[in-house]
């Protein structure tokens, strides 16, 4: 897994050093300028926001720079977070800690291992298959019946979710693609990219021209003019990219429109499993953008689609 | 130095949210009383304390529990200053409650849990006379209510290995015995004030 620092990842990390310098810029002057007090507010968040970004950059640009397995340890640690906020809002029971002890302790590391060794045939089963049919095993020989079905199905989701789905990011690493052997970084890195931009550009659309709301029960800050806006400038962008990894323009532009469709609607479950639950957000650790699940939601449904749709088509 | 990466093993491992909603952190007096279901309980409400206040306060725990082992009776001795109660045999010698108004002295706050021993359920169990008593020959101190989530999911009674989920605290408005208030309308009172603190 040897990651390295050719001209296009320059071109690619001093684009993204740039929309951040110009984002705090125009942060900066929105906070010099509004007045009243709604405003004020959505501009403190917005800094907020682009200051955790610049964390967010600098620890993700780290673990790129280690190679492959500073990726594969940083998305580890981000699914133990995540994982840790899904639990910590969905109700278990005693009879669910040894269960629960396994889930953080081995399940998620081994996913990882096997992510690292890049055994395929195991990473893309070990979840779905062994844990989904071991794990009610061990739950049901603690002896507990109340809700069963029902505890069993939350912690396999957030299995499924929090590990699983996270894992398919480093997994983009392990992938052969012909002609591009030795820059799966790149591939990485405009996966994140993309994902994370239309999130971003879907808050900027909906903030400045959003006026109808897809599902305002679920989401109230989803409307039609930020996923228009949105998703429309990400696929252009991730057109524009195409340079950085193995597809045509075209083609580009379709992996891209893939992944903001699936990234927008991580962002809407994930949004009906909070509102269900009552909160806000997942958790607290990301200043302004809330827990680590709020900011990785598109980034669990868009990755397994995005390596797959890769795996089948490019390798 | 073991004292410091207690505290932040303590917090990383309850990864705690502290919210104070009805007071602010301060060095005077206060008895904090809080829910128990865990073991960790004592141990991240001390460590949530910020320092100054953390150095003043003396968690209240069970003397046949902490004095077990070697490792134990450092950690309740040395570092968390713990006071250590009699709560199966009490006798005129050994009264918990002239202990803990001993602990107290002019300058030093408690943490309790009123209900006596780990619950397993997550309803409140009535709470123990002492509280009473406390409240009523210090009618000086502040008494915190604190209310503790989620520890019991980290590390249930019975149960030696964590799981490591967020828990949260949140501390209370403080209450005092009013005047010509009675043991049951006093200890109802302050349950009622750790119950009022889920989802505030």
Known sequence: ?315 | MIKTLLVATAKLVSGANVRWVGCAPDVRQRVYFANHASNLDALVIWASLPPPVRDLTRPVAARDYWIKDPLRRHLANKILHAVLIERKKPTVRDNPLADMLAALGDRHSLIIFPEGGRQTSTELAPFKAGLFHLAKDRPDVEFVPVLIENLNRILPKGEFLPVPLLGSLSFGTPIKLEAGEGKTGFLERAQAAVKALQRS
């Not at chain 1, 989401?219 to 990219?241: D, M, Q, R, Y």
């Not at chain 1, 953008?289 to 797959?308: E, K, N, Q, T, Y």
């Open chain 1, 1 to 315: 897994m040897n990651l390295k620092l050719d001209k296009q990842t320059i071109w690619l990390v001093g684009g993204v050093l740039a929309l951040l310098v110009v984002s705090s810029l125009i942060g900066w002057v929105l906070a010099l300028r509004v007045t009243n007090e709604k405003s004020k507010a959505t501009v403190q968040n917005l800094n907020a926001r682009i200051r955790a970004w610049w964390m967010m950059v600098a620890v993700f640009g780290l673990a790129m720079a280690t190679g492959g397995i500073g990726s594969v340890v940083l998305f580890g640690l981000t699914s133990f977070l995540a994982l840790r906020e899904f639990i910590t809002l969905t109700p278990t029971r005693l009879g669910d800690h040894r269960s629960l002890f396994w889930v953080f302790f081995v399940i998620l590391p081994l996913q990882y291992c096997l992510i690292a060794v890049k055994w395929y045939g195991l990473f893309s089963i070990l979840i779905p298959v062994y844990v989904f049919l071991l794990l009610p095993i061990r739950s049901a020989a603690a002896g507990d019946c109340e809700k069963f079905l029902e505890r069993t199905a939350k912690i396999q989701w957030g299995l499924m979710i929090c590990v699983y789905c996270v894992s398919y990011v480093p997994a983009l690493l392990s992938l052969d693609i012909p002609g591009y052997a030795g820059q799966n970084g790149k591939l990485m890195f405009y996966f994140v990219l993309i994902a994370q931009i239309s999130d971003v550009l879907q808050y900027v659309w909906g903030k400045t021209l959003g006026r109808h709301k897809i599902a305002p029960a679920v989401s109230p800050n989803k409307t039609w003019e930020g996923f228009v806006g949105g998703v429309a400038c990400a696929t252009l962008i991730g057109a524009g990219l195409w340079w950085a990894t193995p597809f045509t323009p075209w083609q580009s532009a379709g992996m891209s429109l893939a992944i903001t469709f699936m990234g927008f609607g991580g962002g809407l479950v994930m949004s009906a499993i909070k509102r269900d639950r009552g909160v806000k957000d997942y958790g607290n650790l990301i200043e302004g953008h809330g827990g680590v699940m709020d900011r990785i939601d598109s980034l669990c449904f868009a990755a397994p689609v995005f390596f797959h749709l890769t795996r089948f088509f490019f390798t």
